[in-house]
């Protein structure tokens, strides 16, 4: 079993359309949780960064974290083109990058 | 202020050759942690250096060894290359201290023929 469940998509919709994003672990010694955007034939971009369990809000992005069932979100509020990319989810045990696991990332594409 | 460069962004090698790939970390940063994504997968973690030494190891062979340079950059060396390494090599930068998360480079892409 991975550390870290990704579905890989691809995932279509609709301009203007709530995006969910999601990813399951299996250690609960993760205390960091971070989703990055990934557009082709680039290196990730962090979106949001979490510590803990709870939400964080970041414009037309949230980020949820349920430590309880293992399990962790990215919302995105009026899609839009431009969002169209691979997201990748990530956790570490420590800050600094300190042995961060990632999942094998969700490709999203959204319709104009 | 310039973010993390890598270089160079492409390079094609034969079977087991060896390999050199370079990291500037982004300007503040102390720390480097290399990464390899193969084609649709997530980032692997290879290694990371802090202080010139590496402080964490994920699970690659001694073929992928690194260096820290006292002005922070890094070099990743791969050596008798297998069809298997080619792949996207990453380099993200971070704080040593602090809450700093890690910030990524655009990547090298190497292709082994």
Redesign the interface.
Known sequence: QKE?E?D?GPLSVPEGAIVSLNCTYSNSAFQ?F?W?RQYS??????LM?T?SSGNKEDGRFTAQVDKSSKYISLFIRDSQPSDSATY?C?MSYG???????????TRLFVKA | DAG?TQSPTHLIKTRGQQVTLRCSPKSGHD?V?W?QQAL??????IF?YYEEEER?R?NFPDRFSGHQFPNYSSELNVNALLLGDSA?Y?C?S??????????????T?LTVL
């Open positions: 870290v990704q890989p960091y971070m990055y034939r680039k290196g990730p971009e962090l960064y510590y990748l990530a800050t600094g990058g300190f042995k961060t696991i990632f999942g094998a990332g | 993390v720390t942690s990464y649709g997968q997530g980032p692997q973690f990371q964490q994920g996207l990453l993200a971070s704080s040593g201290t602090g809450t700093d998360t890690q910030y990524f480079g655009p990547g892409r």
